[in-house]
């Protein structure tokens, strides 16, 4: 977003995500939910927690490969089709935007303990400071985010202690006093008080090293708010009288009053204008991303694109800002709140699948820096949690959802059908598990993805390319070896013989670079193309970058069953990890362009083919020269 502008740390990703989440989920609905499941609310908030942990995974995987705007709908379109991601950003921009509008009622909730201003006019004065503050710039509203969810988190923490000694035991038994089952339909209820942990992906391109702060923050974020949520409302049940409780939309300002008095109670309702001021910062900064990654996809008007001096795209702010005001009125509260709570797992069930779909569709441009440990049960784990948190909610609910996904492919089927013709991982998979026709449509996800990955390790900003790419990938095209094999092999058999070849060559022992060549092809799959594979492997070490082509007419057997005529295999050392990737792209590029034919690189001699391979690079380092001129 900011071409050389501010761009979030750690510390402001952490605040975002957690300035995302607390609002009414907690200082409003806590005392709502209490009414449906007795003091186990505690428990309901633990579970709607841990629900998040595996699309955590998921969407920082998804993320690290693809750090775009748009966060969640960029890669569920990528990995659905443009059907799916439109359904899947409209709701996200509408669920997050939902969840500022509850911060606004909130407000409203709040604003009556200490003046008698109507909430619509505060909304609106509130709404446009801060729709004023998003427009003028990242670091302005992210550091005025920073200072709101430290004072939030602080006078939090002082509730918890100093509630603590205060709790009555009668309050809080039996623990279980409305049944076992009601703790896990809660759960979807309160799920809305995490919605707006994920969302922050919708900033990628604005954080710095996403593909190591985004899950670093998220995750801090949900350690935090978790443990203080269940801390809060511990002490609320444990001191507020049970029947005014359940129907209060002020619990924690009840809850601070009982042990605290009037002073400390209005200390609290400051810590409530703290949480929703900074829920409708964070979500119209992250709200308004969705547009704009759908914009440029032409999912949405053009106009959405448009941006100021500092590159914020302020007609996407503005129109957020002015849709929270206008959702206010739109639906009772508890409707809002379930609503958007089935919205937010319908996208954590997308992202947990686009996961598997990408990394079963073998597509050679679908490189994460950081992959979700213990795959594919991260992800099944997280569809099937969801899922019955879904299950969980009201039939009158569900019929809005569903009302609400209809209504969104009748947009999609009357403003951007036959208009967008975009590829996906998903006829990727169908493609690869039918060996149909491999005809790619107008828009390959294939080649989006090496696009993104060569913008996203700034290659082309590297100082190699910029002085004299040319004459850095002739040096290394030259010093390529090449292995002639005339025998059908199984793959274990072909990796000893690239390990003994490539061994002295880089100072590295046979045995652990062999180990290491089979654990990456089990991960995953290296055969890009029938009859060719590039098994490729960033090691330790310092200035090492070796290409081995290994041909075999008669075939070797890789582990998916495949066989590979031509082998490029590609080490490297983390130091040159720029020319690694680069020269990946462009061996990926020159095996998909129209004029490769994987005869002559079976039948050229050394000199020969390094001739062709460094005519097609030349070709690609000359288109690219001119288009980011």
Not at 44 to 55: D, E, N, Q, R
Not at 146 to 156: E, S
Not at 289 to 302: F, I, Q, V
Request: a positive charge; one cysteine or more.
């Amino acid at each position: 977003m900011e071409k050389a502008g501010h761009k979030l740390k750690l510390w402001e990703v952490f605040c975002l995500a957690s300035g995302a989440m607390i609002s009414s989920g907690l200082f409003i609905i806590a005392g709502l939910a209490f009414g449906y499941a007795g003091p186990a609310v505690v428990l309901s908030y633990l579970i709607a927690g841990l629900a998040c942990i595996p699309t955590i995974l998921s969407m920082s995987e998804l993320t690290s490969a693809m750090p775009k705007a748009g966060g969640d709908y960029f890669y569920i379109t990528r990995g659905f089709g443009s059907l799916v991601g439109t359904i899947a950003g409209i709701g996200s921009w509408f669920s997050l935007s939902f969840k500022s509008a509850f911060a606004l009622i909130g407000m409203g909730a709040y604003l009556t303990l200490i003046t008698h201003y109507p909430i619509e006019v505060i909304a609106v004065i509130l709404c446009g400071f801060f729709i004023m503050l998003n427009i003028s710039g990242v670091k302005e509203s992210s550091a005025f985010q920073v200072f709101l969810v430290i004072g939030l988190l602080a006078i939090l923490f002082v509730y918890s202690v100093w509630g603590l000694p205060h709790i009555k035991k009668e309050q809080i038994t039996p623990f279980f006093s409305k049944g076992y089952l009601t703790v896990f339909s809660t759960a979807s209820f309160v799920f809305v008080a995490y919605g707006g942990l994920t969302k922050i992906v919708a900033m990628a391109e604005e954080i710095e090293n996403p593909e190591k702060n985004l899950l670093r923050g998220m995750v801090l974020s949900l350690l935090v708010v978790s443990f203080l949520y269940m801390l809060v409302v511990f002490v609320t049940v444990g001191v507020v009288d049970p029947e005014h409780l359940s129907k209060t939309l002020t619990p924690i300002s009840d809850g601070a009053r009982v042990f605290g008095g009037s002073l400390f109670e209005k200390i609290v309702c400051v810590a409530a204008f703290l949480a929703f001021i900074s829920t409708v910062n964070a979500g119209i900064m992250s709200a308004s991303r969705y547009l704009l990654g759908m914009s440029r996809d032409k999912h949405m008007p053009s106009i959405f694109q448009k941006t100021n001096r500092k590159n914020i795209p302020y007609i996407a702010v503005l129109f957020t800002g002015l849709f929270m005001i206008f959702a206010i009125t739109l639906l009772k509260l508890e409707v809002l709140v379930k609503m958007g709570s089935v919205i937010f797992l319908i996208s954590y069930i997308l992202a947990n699948s686009a996961v598997i779909l990408f990394r079963e569709s073998k597509i050679t441009g679908y490189q994460p820096t950081f992959r979700s440990p213990f795959y594919p049960y991260t992800q099944i784990a997280g569809i099937f949690i969801t899922g019955f948190l879904i299950l969980e909610v009201s039939t009158g609910v569900l019929f809005l959802t569903l009302l609400f996904i209809c209504t969104g492919g009748l947009i999609y089927k009357y403003t951007i059908y036959n208009k967008v013709v975009r590829d996906s991982a998903l006829e990727h998979l169908l493609r690869r598990l039918i060996s149909a026709d491999k005809e790619l449509t107008e828009l390959d996800v294939s080649s989006e993805l090496k696009e993104i990955v060569l913008s996203r390790d700034r290659i082309l900003e590297d100082s190699y390319y910029r002085k004299s790419a040319s004459a850095v990938f002739d040096e290394i095209i030259k010093n390529i070896s090449v292995l002639d094999i005339n025998e059908h092999l199984k793959s274990e058999q072909f990796f000893i013989m690239v390990s003994e070849n490539l061994a002295k060559k880089i100072d590295m022992n046979k045995t652990d670079l062999l180990k290491k060549f089979i654990e990456r092809e089990l991960t995953s799959s290296t055969v890009v193309e029938e009859g060719i594979a590039i098994p490729h492997l960033v090691i330790e070490g310092k200035g090492i970058i070796k290409i081995l082509f290994v041909r075999n007419k008669k075939g070797t057997e890789f582990p998916d069953g495949k066989i590979v005529n031509t082998a490029i295999v590609i080490v490297s050392s983390s130091d040159k990890r720029h020319l690694h990737l680069k020269l990946l792209a462009y061996f990926l590029n020159i095996i998909e362009s129209p004029d490769f034919d994987n005869e002559w690189l079976l039948r050229l001699d050394k000199d020969e083919l390094v001739n062709k391979i460094l005519d097609f690079i030349k070709k690609q380092i000359s288109v690219e020269s001119g288009r980011f001129k």
